[in-house]
T-cell receptor, first 110, second 116 residues
């Protein structure tokens, strides 16, 4: 079993749609959680950290369920520029060693 | 600030050849990391360093060596390249100091390596 599992997609949605991605992780001791965004043939960039109480950054909302070891990302009012791969990331031990999911691909069309 | 840079951007090797990938960061970060990314898989940690002169193994260290002689540079070496090492290699850095970017790893643009 992979340590961080995501649906690879692709999710094809029209502009303005709301889309949600889910992710599960296996290490119950993990303390830090993130969503990174990766554009095609580019490096990953931090989209947002995920906090226990849930957090929002503009059109993006992240939630964490520690009991179910489940992380989600909700994107409202999708833009063409949101098309990318979204990586679920969990810290895997000391020195901020990160465990990456394989990513969920989102394609937003006009 | 250039952030994290990697050289070269692309490289094609023959099996058995050696090469070194260079990562440089100008953010004065203590921690640096080397990852590889393969299709259908998440980024996997090869080696990492928590400071000048120190290195440690990650999840997939076999076939690679690293050195951190200067704080700003982290080198990844392949002594005898194999086709299984065909991948995209990303370097990242991070500060352990509390602040706005405390948890964030900053990535370089990647090196695309093909081993024939």
């Amino acid at each position: 079993r992979k340590e961080v599992e995501q649906d690879p997609g692709p999710f094809n949605v029209p502009e303005g749609a709301t889309v949600a991605f889910n992710c599960t992780y296996s290490n119950s001791a993990s303390q830090s959680f993130f969503w990174y965004r990766q554009d095609c043939r580019k490096e990953p960039k931090l989209l947002m950290s995920v906090y226990s109480s849930g957090n929002e950054d503009g059109r993006f909302t992240a939630q964490l369920n520690r009991a179910s070891q489940y992380i989600s990302l909700l994107i409202r009012d999708s833009k063409l520029s949101d098309s990318a791969t979204y990586l679920c990331v969990v810290n895997g031990g000391g020195y901020n060693k990160l465990i990456f999911g394989a990513g969920t691909r989102l394609a937003v069309h006009p | 600030n250039a952030g994290v840079t990697q050289t070269p951007k692309f490289r094609v090797l023959k099996t058995g050849q050696s090469m070194t990938l260079l990562c440089a960061q100008d953010m004065n970060h203590e921690y640096m990391y080397w990852y590889r990314q393969d299709p259908g898989m998440g980024l996997r940690l090869i080696h990492y360093s928590v400071g000048e002169g120190t290195t440690a193994k990650g999840e997939v260290p076999d076939g690679y060596n690293v050195s951190r002689l200067k704080k700003q540079n982290f080198l990844l070496g392949l002594e005898s390249a194999a086709p299984s090492q065909t991948s995209v290699y990303f370097c990242a850095s991070r500060t352990p100091r509390r602040g706005s970017s405390y948890n964030e790893q900053f990535f370089g643009p990647g090196t695309r390596l093909t081993v024939l």
